[in-house]
């Protein structure tokens, strides 16, 4: 039988655990060959380890799979290059990134230090941003040379950014910051056959178990397991999914939606005085939804002013 990603080239970063580990794993599964990039520090960035890589490819190996380890910084945009460029050494292409790296460094907005800042926004922004750049340049170079080009590429974003989280003011502007780059992405790329699709998922990992509280039982494990994201994120990767791009897929365990965005609600001529807006914006926030809460749906119960949050 045909699998999916038979005889596809992928990279998927912060591939040596959790979500990343399951995208790596089941890729392979569908036949693909994988570099495994992981770094390999902790939850919040600090240190680095290849352990955690080579163990996720002798799991490829072992099941008759092909892979390869990378310990890359995808921040760093000549390491990103070097590690788009170890897939088209190894396998001759390139034709799925899955950018995945990430970690949390929480704190309200009032005691975040600007490392907490900058070292998070680089990680998840400029580490999406770094491989993106140079897989693209190649699907382009090999298409104004006349070859033939499949390209994949998924992000992954957040409920904390596409609906927002308190506490988490790095960590959800970058995850936003993700799904609008996977936009913009999709419409400058599809002239060359590769589609750019973005993932918010919700599961159990070793950055999320912490702040999930009480104990963890064997059926929460798996109805969060990390495994149902991989699953949306090796389609969107096949052929099958040509078609679809520029899509933010929210995942919570089996239940997959989209994520539809940001769009225009009501609309009112302004005065020209500030002083006169005041009734404007009320008429204005009265027709308007509420922001989402971190569902994805309406706030609903108490504790939310009428004017939405």
């Avoid at 990378?70 to 799925?96: H, K, L, S």
């Avoid at 907490?116 to 580490?127: A, C, F, P, R, S």
């Avoid at 009734?279 to 009265?286: A, I, K, P």
């Amino acid at each position: 039988m045909t699998k999916l990603c038979d005889g596809r080239v992928a990279v998927v970063t912060g591939a040596g655990r959790g979500i990343g580990r399951e995208h790596a794993l089941m890729l392979a599964e569908q036949g693909a060959r994988v570099i495994v990039n992981d770094l390999g520090g902790d939850e919040a960035g600090h240190g680095a380890d290849l352990t955690p890589a080579q163990q996720v490819v002798a799991e490829i190996e072992a099941m008759g799979g092909e892979a390869a380890v990378n310990g890359a910084n995808v921040a760093d945009f000549d390491a990103a290059g070097d590690m788009v460029q170890q897939a088209i050494d190894t396998w001759g292409r390139i034709d799925i990134l899955v950018n995945n790296a990430g970690i949390l460094r929480d704190r309200m907005v009032f005691s975040m230090s600007e490392d907490d800042w900058d070292t998070v926004i680089n990680v998840h922004l400029k580490g999406t941003f770094a491989p993106t750049h140079h897989a693209a340049v190649f699907w382009r170079e090999t298409t104004k040379a006349g070859g033939e080009t499949f390209g994949r590429v998924v992000n992954t974003s957040s409920p904390s950014g596409i609906y927002g989280n308190v506490g988490q003011t790095n960590y959800g502007a970058a995850k936003a910051g993700i799904a609008g780059f996977t936009v913009i992405a999709a419409q400058e790329l599809v002239k060359y056959g590769v589609t750019v699709n973005c993932l918010a998922p919700s599961a159990l990992s070793r950055l999320t178990e912490p702040l999930m509280g009480g104990e963890i039982t064997d059926e929460m494990r798996e109805s969060m397991s990390p495994r149902w994201i991989a699953l949306i994120a090796t389609w969107l990767c096949s052929a099958e999914a040509q078609s679809v791009t520029g899509r933010v897929f929210d995942i919570r365990g089996e239940k997959l939606g989209i994520a539809e965005g940001w769009h225009l609600g009501p609309t009112a001529s302004q005065p020209d005085d500030p002083a006169e807006l005041g009734s404007v914006v009320r008429g204005l926030m009265e027709e308007a939804r509420l922001n989402a809460a971190m569902s994805g749906r309406d706030h609903e119960g108490p504790g939310f002013p009428a004017q939405g949050i």
